[in-house]
């Protein structure tokens, strides 16, 4: 559905994910505004949208009172501190984000009688106990641990948004995101894909947390989005997983990036973070058969993109 005239904010809009949703809404020439308050957000991202007319960019903490005159179709909250490292940083405005903005954001959604998106996260499912996960697993989530503040105000905020669905009959779509790479990736921003590829363009030690076994599965970010874009189109108001199923131990991550850089680095093991989960793999059963979604983009040419990128110096 593309819909020429429609109006839509952006929560986190400077962040890897906002500024590719951005971009995407505005090539289907929708009007964009765009929320930031740059905690980790960056305005490199979003640099070339400025000469857009269709889009806007206001510098706010989606925590607050959100004002926006005029209409609005839609209202994504992708605002968050979103890796391991930035939210052991920023705790408390990690929960302020997930609980508090997500609050106010389904408030200007409600208000505007605009379609509610939250970015949730496979996090919900936490350490999880069934493999791969299906939107059914309610999870295994240690709730005071260090993940606990990202974690649990997704959770939270899961339940905001079906009471809100539910109470004041709002459409909504909350799509869980897997793990995610690709240009505009902060490069120090912890995750295991940044940091490898900036270990290895320096030929440094590539630091594999504990053995390496634990599993992720990388979905590249162009994919995602599309996946993102179906579900907002669809009409289904309960969570849809949305990463690619691929799924490789972080040891085998390690040395796929190491042999695309031709890099000389060693793999080095340092200690497994707390309550780091073991496995993780989307079910993407749901966003196959009801969005006719499956990631496209190859792993190879997803961290030869990502590469291009990092080495460009960005
Ligand atoms: N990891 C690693 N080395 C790093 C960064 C991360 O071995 O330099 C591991 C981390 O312990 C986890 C996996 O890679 O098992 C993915 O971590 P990431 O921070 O990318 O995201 P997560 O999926 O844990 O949210």
């Known amino acids: 559905m593309r819909k020429k005239n429609s109006r839509i904010l952006i929560t986190g809009a400077a962040g890897f994910l906002g500024s590719h949703l951005a971009e995407r809404f505005l090539e289907r020439g929708a009007q964009v505004i765009g929320i930031d308050n740059f905690i980790t957000g960056r305005v490199e991202n979003i640099d070339h949208l400025f000469k857009n007319p269709s889009f806007r960019f206001i510098q706010a903490d989606v925590t607050n009172f959100i004002h926006v005159p005029g209409k609005l179709d839609g209202v994504l909250h992708f605002a968050s501190p979103a890796s391991p490292i930035d939210y052991a940083t920023y705790p408390i405005p990690t929960l302020k984000v997930g609980a508090l903005g997500t609050h106010k954001a389904l408030g200007l959604a409600k208000d505007k009688g605009a379609k509610f998106m939250l970015a949730s996260t496979s996090e919900c499912y936490g350490d999880p106990l069934v493999n791969p996960q299906p939107e059914t697993y309610w999870g295994n989530v240690n709730p005071i641990?260090?993940?606990?503040?990202?974690?649990?105000?997704?959770?939270f905020a899961e339940a905001l948004t079906m009471a809100y669905h539910r109470y004041h009959k709002m459409q909504v779509r909350i799509v869980r995101i897997f793990n995610t790479y690709g240009p505009r990736m902060r490069k120090k921003d912890g995750r295991a894909v940044p940091n490898f590829i900036t270990q290895a363009l320096k030929n440094r030690p590539l630091t594999v947390y504990g053995k390496g076994r634990q599993t992720r599965s990388l979905c590249f970010v162009s994919d995602l989005i599309d996946g993102i874009l179906r579900l907002f189109d669809s009409d289904l108001n309960t969570p849809v997983n949305i990463g690619n199923p691929r799924e490789m131990s972080i040891l085998q991550i390690a040395r796929a990036i190491?042999?695309?850089?031709?890099?000389?680095?060693?793999?080095?093991?340092?200690?497994?973070?707390?309550?780091?989960?073991?496995?993780?793999?989307?079910?993407?059963?749901?966003?196959?058969?009801?969005?006719?979604?499956?990631?496209?983009?190859?792993?190879?040419?997803?961290?030869?993109?990502?590469?291009?990128?990092?080495?460009?110096?960005?």
């Open 145 to 155: 641990g260090p993940r606990g503040v990202y974690d649990e105000a997704k959770r």
């Open 258 to 314: 190491k042999k695309q850089t031709g890099s000389r680095s060693r793999i080095v093991h340092k200690p497994l973070p707390a309550d780091d989960p073991r496995v993780r793999r989307p079910d993407i059963r749901i966003a196959r058969t009801k969005l006719g979604w499956t990631p496209k983009v190859p792993l190879e040419e997803g961290l030869a993109r990502t590469i291009d990128y990092f080495r460009s110096g960005c």
